[in-house]
Each structure stands twice: as structure tokens, then as C-alpha cells.
């Protein structure tokens, strides 16, 4: 990135030697993404992250085929990026159809195939969840889209450079992406769309990005996402490997010495580097609280859900009861933590957990 912030400043839209330099940049930045996920690079579009490139696709084709239909299908446990999106359909007269999920979190197939009308335009999914990581039937649900003639977007941001992801096989015609959830710079992201994919845009102006994303492109942050996408295509597979391990490790240990702890999501099906466990009488709030003054940084809920302090509606969504749901953490692994870090945050969890229980006996006693 860094010669893209200090030599080559160019504009990619100039025609000087400077600006075709940022250009070329950025071209390389788009095959890269399209060679991560199996597209034509003319089929990414550069973001200023996920939740843009979630509003350009739900908003984007509500706009351009308003003509066919008003109804869309989304699930109850989408990122806000596609839950206030689709809100902002229905104040504009379209209808949502907000499936449910069952208690590992998934959406069921059969459920988007009985949802769909003759008037529905779009099903957005996510491909894994981001408070408690389980992994959706996204090819599935994309083959019956695609059987009946419905466009079908994922919100891709957790998955893309953790799991493997071909548009092309799991029959996807709109991926959202965001670079900084595979090792990328913060503030970009992309959307795929199928070139065949009717789409209008949501920010007007001098028509970059094929007129889909006008506004002149942040080169360093795509040249960035370029190469983040590029160390994903090596190294996703042997990261998944070895973090899978990992987490089953640290959920091993946790159900093991934290007595009343349950994993929230799927056993296998999910990220593998998301674990998600319910405490049984201990706030979410106070535990991160407690670990972050032991250099532990845990999330409660979602983080990026953690400036509205609302309740984890995605655990309320699997039926998780509230109590239950308030007394969640999200611990996150990834391609730096190691063996003795999975070990420190069992034997700190247990010792926080212990030291309040026995604190809490003697004041009951008391
Ligand atoms: C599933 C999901 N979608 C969308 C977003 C929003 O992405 P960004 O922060 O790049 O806008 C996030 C952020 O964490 C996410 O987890």
C-alpha cells in the first residue's frame, strides 16, 4: 500500500503517467479479488466496505427491478447492514420476509423455497454468521434461487479468505466482501455482481466503478485488499486447518473448566475461527470487562452491533432466553494466535468465573 500513499498518488481517473499507474493498481487489485472467489475481475465492484457493498446489492437490485416485484427474503440473523437495508425497502412500499433460523442458527432451504412468490426480486442470506459464526447452506439456497428465477446475494464478509468461496458453484449472483475481515485495511470492500445482474446505484456522481460506485477510488486501501485477497488464495486452507484445531481446543477447554458454559451455533458448522459461548450467570459486559484487564479482548454480541447496545438478537433468534443471551462472549481466532494463547484464555475464563461464583456464595451465606 505504502507506495500507493507516498509516489503514486495518481488519480486512477487521469490520463497522465501518474494516474494510469493508480489505475493499474487497481485493476490488479480487482483480479486478485475475482481470482479469490472465481469471477471476471469486471464483475467486482470496490466499496468502502460491507455494510456499502450490502446496501448496493439490496438496494441496488430493489431499484433496477422494481418493475418485477416488491418482495424480498432475508433471515432474521443478518449483519444490520442487510436488516436496515431491507427496512429501508419496506418505508419505500416493499414487502420483507424475515426468516427464522434454527437453534444452531441456520436458514433452512426449504423455507427460502416456500417463500418465494412471483413477485419476489431478491434472497440475501449470509454465508456465516458474524455473532455466532455458523456456516449457512448457501449453495443450496443458491441452486433454488436459481431454479426459480430469483436473484440470490450473500453477505460473504466473515467467510471470504476463511472458507473456501466459488460465486460460480454455489450459484451466488451478488457477494458482498470487506478486506479488513481477511487481514485487509479497514474501509474497503467490494461487491460482487454477476454481469448479468440489473443493478442501480446508490451514491451518483462522476460514475466510477462503471457508474455502480462513483467517487474517486481509495487506491492504497484497494491495492491493500489486492494483496490481502491474494495471501488468502495460499494460505486460507492451511489457516482454516490449523484454526479449527484451535477452536475446538479452546471450546473443549472452556466446556471443561467453566462449569454452566454452553457453545452458542453450530458444533462443526462454523467459522472456524469464531467461538461463541453462553456463561450461565455472568454478564457478557463484565467478563469482557474482566479479561480485557488481563490482555483478553473478548466481544459481547457483535462488535460492530456494540455501539447500539441492543441485545444479541441473533442469539435471541435461535431461541437462546434472554438471560442466557446477555451472558454471551464472542472470542476470535486467528492466523497469530497460537497453542499457549488458547491455553491462557481457558485458565483466565475459569479463574474469573470461579472468583465471582465463590465471591457470590459467601454474600448469599452472608
Ligand atoms: C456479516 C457482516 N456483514 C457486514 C459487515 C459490515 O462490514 P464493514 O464493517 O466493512 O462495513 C460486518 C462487519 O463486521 C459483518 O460481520
Known amino acids: ?21 493508480a489505475r493499474e493498481a487497481v485493476e490488479r487489485a480487482r483480479e486478485q479479488v475475482a481470482q479469490l472467489i472465481n469471477c471476471q475481475p469486471n464483475e467486482v465492484i470496490f466499496t468502502s466496505g460491507g455494510t456499502e457493498a450490502d446496501n448496493l446489492a439490496i438496494l441496488g437490485v430493489a431499484g433496477a ?7 424480498v ?61 455458523t456456516i449457512e447452506p448457501v449453495a443450496e439456497i443458491g441452486a433454488i434461487c436459481q431454479k426459480l428465477g430469483v436473484l440470490f446475494h450473500t453477505d ?11 460465486v ?37 456522481g462522476g460514475g466510477q466503478e462503471e457508474g455502480l460506485r462513483s467517487g474517486t477510488e481509495n487506491v492504497p486501501a484497494i491495492v491493500g485488499m489486492g494483496a490481502a485477497a491474494e495471501i488468502a488464495r495460499y494460505e486460507s486452507a492451511g489457516e482454516e486447518f490449523c484454526l479449527r484445531k484451535m477452536s475446538r481446543d479452546l471450546i473443549a477447554g472452556i466446556m471443561t473448566s467453566v462449569p454452566g458454559s454452553r457453545l452458542n451455533g453450530h ?34 454480541g457483535s462488535a460492530c452491533s456494540s455501539a447500539t447496545h441492543e441485545a444479541p438478537y441473533v442469539l435471541l433468534a435461535t431461541g437462546l432466553d434472554r438471560d442466557l443471551a446477555n451472558c454471551s462472549i464472542r472470542l476470535s481466532l486467528g492466523k497469530h494466535t497460537t497453542d499457549e494463547d488458547i491455553k491462557r484464555a481457558v485458565q483466565t475464563l475459569s479463574e474469573i468465573v470461579q472468583k465471582v461464583r465463590a465471591e457470590s456464595e459467601v454474600y448469599s451465606r452472608w
Do not use: W
Not at 156 to 166: E, R
Not at 171 to 192: R, W
Open 1 to 21: 500500500m505504502l507506495p500507493y500513499f507516498y509516489y503514486d498518488y495518481g488519480n486512477p481517473s487521469s490520463i497522465h503517467p501518474l494516474g494510469r499507474r
Open 156 to 166: 460473504a464478509v466473515q467467510a471470504v479468505g476463511h472458507l473456501p468461496i466459488d
Open 73 to 133: 427474503i432475508t433471515s432474521q440473523i443478518e449483519h444490520h447492514a442487510v436488516l436496515e437495508a431491507c427496512r429501508n425497502l419496506e418505508r419505500n412500499g416493499f414487502e420483507v420476509t424475515y426468516l427464522e433460523v434454527d437453534p444452531f442458527g441456520i436458514v433452512a432451504p426449504e423455507n427460502v423455497r416456500d417463500a418465494i412468490r412471483p413477485d419476489t426480486i431478491l434472497v440475501s442470506i449470509m454465508t456465516a454468521n458474524n455473532v455466532i459464526g
Open 65 to 71: 427491478n422494481v418493475s418485477k416485484g416488491r418482495h
Open 168 to 204: 460460480e458453484r454455489s450459484d451466488i449472483d451478488l457477494m458482498s466482501l470487506s478486506a479488513h475481515k481477511f487481514y485487509g485495511p479497514k474501509g474497503v470492500g467490494a461487491l460482487y455482481a454477476r454481469g448479468s445482474v440489473a443493478l442501480s446505484p446508490i451514491i451518483f
Open 267 to 300: 458444533p462443526d458448522k462454523r467459522l472456524p475461527g469464531n467461538v461463541n459461548v453462553s456463561i450461565e450467570g455472568m454478564e457478557g459486559e463484565y467478563l469482557s470487562g474482566e479479561l480485557a484487564k488481563r490482555g483478553i479482548c473478548v466481544s459481547t
